[in-house]
């Protein structure tokens, strides 16, 4: 296997081209590895459409980037598609060094057509699945791939030793042109077209029609066990994920060491990686594996199931799908099996291993998640669907956050994004639809360095309830307590677990609930804050936190590389 292989050398030499054919290996010399990848605009044939699409090598999904951890990996890209773009190595913490961290006007200005960025990086204390994506517009639904990061030689893994490895990318496919559909939501005011189906590793499967060859299968063997390293890439949806007739053994979520459980099915957000163990213990024959969106609020969802084959060796695709054909997936809005799954989600905390939880917090922060309505002239309502942070909806600047506070710019952002909602109400209770609108601004919050900071993040009733996966950029945090209804200050806290909390990037906020995580503030930079579906975002549910340079030699931002794209 390609990523079980021993590299030679702590620095990886990734160049990924958006352009022209053109893959060339060079020979291994000073201890670095260089690769040249084939990267375009290439038409993609779905569900009886072909459409060009951007892609990494031609390739949907993109490839899998694999490192050890300890690496130095350096990724040169070179845009040659009519788009600006850039990349963000999702869960990677990029210590002093958010120049590598990818998402646009946040960390960097983005490439432009005909540029190139090399993205240079360590992975230090770090091991497992995480994913790289384009942070751009809507970009990231066909460009994406895996992240896999090996531990260093001789340290094994804390489980079983599986025969075999594979990466599951959960994602979505649109028959048009995704910048389009989204350009024409922003046109209406309301949300776009959701996609045509999803996929599983770039393919549908069998449920979709003149989708015979857009099927993805994994070969097994009877009585040995696998390692599935599952991503989810869809742009706007949590998915179920499960195997007919196998059940999982959750071992890792976002490249961090879990508990072992075992389930029937998983849950998992957009932006999130769940690693788990199969064991091949069946009657040989062939199994569909399935995905499907998990919505616990009335709202329109995409519930359009995407199929994959778990085929036994020896076995021809000739043979139907052993019965019952489909796995057993939770309902689409089965708030009970979503909250109880996230619930057995726990940190290893092993000597190796530990859960390191602040105990003490510096910082309290509360954040209110709001859907509303801005008026818009331009838009055919005459309104805008937005989101917001405590009634702040963030507005992109013009240039990178992290150049302007590296230089000092000023005027770029202000650094008063609110702690806490200027007004409180019954977030949760009866829909509020009067006093919609929300202030607009690029406004952040300033956080001293090493301080500890608690967050907790409560959804809202305005205009409907809905999970929100958020993910935290430059960081893993621990996700110390979560609930239904309304935070209570005087009494939650009391229920947290500050022993073994899972540690993650990425975090659902319950329909209708709070989460409540804590981080500890060592990475100075600036570290975007955002939901991770695409649609919310780009409506604005996102902020930054600017943590300031610490009193050591190695405790501030590191100056930016020489080819750092101009806006």
Partial sequence: MAHMMSFPSHTCLLIILFGFIGLTSFPVEAAIKKYQFDIQVKN?????????????????????????EGDRVQINVTNHVKYNLSIHWHGLKQYRNGWADGPAYITQCPIQTGSSYTYDFNVTGQRGTLWWHAHI???????????????????????????????????????????????????????????????????????????????????????????LRIINAALNDELFFAIAGHNMTVVEVDAVYTKPFNTEAILIAPGQTTNVLVKANKL?????????????????????????????????????????????????????????????????????????????????????????????????????????????TFVMPQTALLQAHYFNNKGVFRTDFPDRPSTTFNYTGAPLTANLGTSIGTRVSKVAFNSTVE???????????????????????????????????????????????????????????????????????VWFFHCHLELHTGWGLKTAFVVEDGPGQDQSVLPPPKDLPAC
């Fill in 44 to 68: 993609v044939s779905r569900l009886c459409h072909a459409k060009p699409i951007v892609t990494v090598n031609g390739r949907f999904p993109g490839p899998t980037i694999y490192v050890r």
């Fill in 137 to 227: 517009l809507w970009l990231r639904a066909t460009v994406y791939g895996a992240i896999v990061i090996m531990p260093k030689p001789g340290t094994p893994f804390p489980f079983p030793q599986p025969a075999r490895e594979f990466e599951i990318l959960l994602g979505e496919w649109w028959h048009k042109d995704v910048e389009e559909v989204e350009k024409q939501g922003n046109k209406m005011g309301l949300p776009p077209n959701m996609s045509d189906a999803h996929t599983i590793n770039g393919k549908p499967g069998p449920l979709f029609p003149c989708s015979e060859k857009h099927t993805y299968a994994m070969e097994v063997e009877q009585g040995k066990t696998y390692l």
């Fill in 284 to 392: 040989a024959s062939r199994y569909f594996m399935a995905t499907r969106t998990f919505m616990d609020a009335p709202i329109p969802v995409d519930n359009k199931t995407a199929t994959a084959i778990f085929q036994y060796k020896g076995i021809p695709n000739t043979v139907l799908p052993s019965l019952p054909s489909l796995p057993h997936l939770p309902a689409g809005n089965d708030t009970v099996f979503a909250l109880s799954y996230n619930k057995k989600i726990r940190s290893l905390n092993s000597a190796q291993y530990p859960a390191n939880v602040p105990l003490k917090v510096d910082r309290n922060l509360f954040l209110t998640i709001g859907l509303g309505k801005n008026s818009c002239p331009t838009c055919i309502n005459g309104t805008r669907l937005v989101a917001s942070l405590n009634n702040v």
């Fill in 455 to 525: 967050l907790v993040l409560q959804d809202t009733n305005l205009l409907s309830v809905e999970s929100h996966p958020f993910h935290l950029h430059g960081y893993n945090f621990f996700v110390v307590g979560t609930g239904v209804g309304n935070f209570d200050p005087s009494k939650d806290p009391a229920k947290y677990n500050l022993v073994d909390p899972v540690e993650r990037n990425t975090v659902g906020v319950p329909t209708g609930g709070w989460t409540a995580i804590r981080f500890r503030a060592d990475n100075p930079g």
